[in-house]
């Protein structure tokens, strides 16, 4: 995980520049650099490292002899650059990956560049010879970038996060996020002005890739079991590329686990120095700590609890919105744990990058009230609509609770070939089965030992409620309830929607989440379009644990 920062078309006062990219750091706590780019008047990168690739030859912004005029500015992992080096007889002067990036555009061009990249990427090529500038975005938005673009004034400003622009020079309160799968492009006249020379654009759909041309994986016509594990784990081995220790955040679910599962086979197949670290995080009695315990023994990884009383979970609550930028309630209650648990990992362990479970509910359609879809035709519109808004919601939440103490996340279910492959098969096959949600994906690895068949079959929890207490009323979201209706007045909430006419808060909680957004925020409420909500049912609550449903 690294922190970009750019701003072109406009010089700035030193220091406020200087204030505006540092507000970023923590996601890049190895090595900093800001310059400004000859050539290019009235402009200036910025750049927060975080080592995992490349150690001595990837500092950025990234520059190669064979085209000093070209500059790369990127945050994310290029996984099949070994490949286009060889394919395309490219130079790799540097070995880092995203050098990959400069000599794609210099041969194919940005339109076509931008289609050959598999990994994870939010990336600024700046040409100076030609006075161009281009942004894209991976497919899912697993890297976060924001923007603003103030025609008028012919300026353009980029950054990781939204807290490096809110308060920028009179513009930052055009800050919006730049859209996953889309690329744009922009021009700087000789007199420094930005002027964009394309509208945002779509450069693939999600499940529009072919996933018959993936290397190292042969696909069966007749096995879709043998190729979703095969695919899943293709997933989990080209995100094993890194110079620093890679462990996994385990919850005890389904997806956690598998993932945990693959990650350890992966390892030892290509014989990783060290044994994987794996790490829950619940309070007393929570399930998710229970279930973890019995998978980290059955897979034998160095496991580590983490646990946290009530207390030191509502204390955390305005960090982690000031991190999140969101004021979403169940991506705030999901994000507390997730929080916490990354800044155990950076304070007490060698690990700095983790893999996680993000994206297979949404895929495979794991939401408890899948259970209640009118048709497989409307169950897999929901699932690439909430695949669509991921970026906004689960993503964001793994990166920056992540981001915020030096981590870097690895999302093996969202890698655009197995997404791809899902998504191609039968709708119906893709629904709850036999009253079990991914029910497909857990048979895809039933009988191969690869976990306990207690784990590989257990009920969906939701992170913000397996981190839960065992007692009554000492759920996670009863707890937080009752924290926020402490501090939020009747009348507050009386005057919800006068005071916050969009996404207004209908309970105490909702209304603490959006006051402390807005402490940082103030403006901005567009950053999150809905509150997310179970649809299909009259859900008030978005925790699982309220729903009709839930099995314990």
């Known amino acids: 995980m690294c922190g970009i920062w750019a701003l072109f078309g406009d010089d700035g006062m030193a220091s406020d520049i200087h204030r505006q990219c540092m507000r970023i750091t923590h996601r890049g706590p190895d090595a900093w650099r800001m310059e400004r780019i000859d050539g290019l008047p009235k402009s200036c990168v910025g750049f927060h490292r975080l080592s995992i690739c490349s150690p001595?030859?990837?500092?950025?912004?990234?520059?190669?002899?064979?085209?000093?005029?070209?500059?790369?500015?990127?945050?994310?992992?290029?996984?099949?650059?070994?490949?286009?080096?060889?394919?395309?007889?490219?130079?790799?002067?540097?070995?880092?990956?995203?050098?990959?990036?400069?000599?794609?555009?210099?041969?194919?061009?940005?339109?076509?560049?931008?289609?050959?990249?598999?990994g994870v990427f939010a990336c600024t090529v700046i040409d100076v010879e030609n006075k161009f500038i281009g942004l894209v975005r991976d497919l899912f938005g697993i890297r976060p970038m924001f923007q603003v673009f103030d025609e008028k004034r012919g300026v353009l400003a980029i950054c990781s996060e939204a807290k490096g622009l809110v308060d920028m020079n009179g513009i930052g309160r055009q800050a919006q996020w730049f859209p996953p799968a889309?690329?744009?492009?922009?021009r700087v006249e000789d007199n420094a002005r930005v002027m964009a020379t394309s509208d945002y654009v779509r450069y693939n759909q999600i499940g529009g890739l072919d996933y018959t041309r993936i290397p190292r994986v042969q696909l069966k016509t007749d096995d879709v079991l043998g190729n979703i594990r095969a695919l899943l784990k293709d997933a989990v081995k080209k995100r094993l590329m890194a110079d620093r220790r890679i462990g996994c955040l385990l919850s005890g679910g389904l997806d956690s686990s598998l993932v945990a599962a693959l990650l350890v086979e992966c390892a030892k197949e290509i014989h990783l120095s060290y044994r994987i670290q794996t790490f829950s995080i619940g309070m007393e009695g929570?399930?998710?700590?229970?279930?973890?315990r019995k998978v980290a023994s059955h897979l034998d990884t160095e496991h580590h609890e983490v646990s946290?009383?009530?207390?030191?979970?509502?204390?955390?609550?305005?960090?982690?919105?000031?991190?999140?930028?969101?004021?979403?309630?169940?991506?705030?209650?999901?994000?507390?744990g997730m929080y916490l648990v990354s800044k155990y990992i950076a304070q007490h362990t060698n690990t700095t990058v983790v893999f996680s479970g993000e994206g297979s509910d949404e895929l495979c359609q794991g939401y408890i009230y899948f259970h209640k879809a009118p048709s497989a035709d409307e169950a897999d519109a929901e699932s690439r609509r909430l695949m669509e808004d991921l970026y906004m919601y689960d993503v964001l939440?793994?990166?920056?609770?992540?981001?915020?103490?030096?981590?870097?996340?690895?999302?093996?279910?969202l890698d655009r070939y197995f997404t791809s492959y899902i998504l191609s098969l039968d709708k119906a096959s893709r629904q709850p089965q036999q009253g079990i949600e991914?029910?497909?994906?857990?048979?895809?690895?039933?009988?191969?030992?690869?976990?306990?068949?207690e784990i590989l079959w257990r009920p969906k929890e939701a992170f913000s409620d397996g981190v839960s207490g065992a007692k009554k009323g000492q759920s996670w979201f009863e707890l937080i309830q009752q924290y926020a209706g402490e501090r939020v007045s009747d009348e507050e909430l009386v005057k919800a929607k006068e005071t916050y006419p969009f996404n207004s808060p209908t309970t105490k909680e909702s209304f603490f989440f959006r006051q402390v957004f807005e402490e940082h925020?103030?403006?901005?409420e567009h950053f999150i379009p809905y509150i997310w909500m179970p649809k299909w049912i009259n859900a008030t609550d978005p925790s699982a644990r309220t729903l009709s449903h839930y099995k314990q």
């Open 397 to 413: 939440r793994s990166d920056r609770t992540t981001a915020a103490h030096g981590l870097e996340v690895r999302v093996p279910f």
């Open 56 to 118: 001595l030859t990837g500092m950025q912004p990234l520059q190669v002899t064979l085209y000093p005029s070209v500059w790369l500015l990127y945050n994310g992992e290029i996984y099949n650059a070994p490949d286009l080096v060889a394919e395309h007889s490219l130079p790799w002067e540097r070995k880092v990956d995203g050098e990959v990036i400069i000599h794609l555009y210099k041969k194919f061009g940005f339109e076509k560049m931008v289609t050959m990249l598999d």
């Open 521 to 524: 925020y103030h403006g901005l």
């Open 182 to 186: 889309h690329y744009r492009t922009f």
């Open 308 to 336: 946290f009383t009530a207390e030191e979970g509502c204390e955390a609550v305005r960090d982690t919105i000031k991190h999140l930028e969101s004021y979403d309630v169940t991506t705030v209650r999901a994000s507390v």
């Open 438 to 453: 991914k029910h497909m994906l857990r048979s895809a690895f039933a009988g191969t030992g690869l976990l306990p068949d």
């Open 286 to 292: 929570s399930p998710d700590v229970l279930a973890a």
